[in-house]
């Protein structure tokens, strides 16, 4: 198989697994499961490609709706096996996160030719299943956690932009895009890898403003 395909469904498939382990964590019924991992394995190279004005992948090929749907059934009924489901999401989540920025930058590049918009795009298709997971799900938001997460997409992207513009073969790029958002990510929930907080001041008051 190609293995950029591969990766490709490899993406589509941890952040499937992700939804599915939100739904159990929200002992929701084996519809739920199949939703959530539709959403999240799907939601963010759906938005990606509707941005692009390209045919929507799935829609091309249902095998990625498939994959979504085996996932969550088996997820549905091997759950409970896992004792911390939230720990394994978050690093499933790394998973998908580093593949789909691989994958988005490729299509943007492939689509635009614009290394700008394949950074962008990649950040995008990776982050916004996960997002969307979050929301629908009632969980904390990734993107509210103190360590980087949002930065490992962008560098996953970028490195996979610089490599593909100075002539790498793609598989070449995309390993290792993926290689460098899983570090960041992992770093991350390894280490706490976080930027410093906003600090905030007291506001004035509104008789104080001139």
């Not at 939100?22 to 991992?37: E, N, T, Y």
């Not at 998973?95 to 492939?110: E, I, P, Q, R, W």
Request: hydrophobic content about 55%; proline content about 6%.
């Amino acid at each position: 198989m190609n293995p950029i395909l591969l990766l490709d469904y490899a993406g589509v498939a941890v952040f499937a697994a992700t939804g599915a382990l939100a739904a159990s964590r929200k002992q929701l019924d084996i519809i739920g499961f199949l939703f959530l991992a539709s959403v999240t394995g799907i939601g963010g190279g759906t938005f990606r490609d509707l941005i692009l004005g390209a045919p929507v992948f799935w829609v091309r090929n249902p095998d990625y709706v498939l994959i979504c749907a085996v996932i969550g059934v088996l997820v549905f009924f091997t759950a409970h096996m896992v004792e911390s489901r939230y720990k394994l999401l978050l690093w499933l989540d790394a998973l998908g996160l580093s593949a789909y920025s691989a994958m988005g930058a490729a299509k943007g590049m492939a689509v635009t030719g614009s290394p700008t918009v394949a950074v962008v795009t990649g950040m995008l298709t990776a982050t916004l299943g996960g997002i969307l997971r979050d929301l629908l799900a009632g969980e904390p938001s990734v993107l509210l956690r103190p360590e980087i997460y949002v930065t490992a997409a962008m560098a996953g992207a970028a490195v996979f932009t610089l490599a593909d513009v100075a002539g790498a073969p793609l598989p070449v790029s995309a390993l290792l895009a993926f290689a460098a958002a899983f570090i960041v990510r992992a770093g991350a929930l390894k280490f706490g890898w976080a930027f410093p907080a906003y600090k905030s001041r007291p506001g004035r008051r509104p008789e104080d403003i001139p």
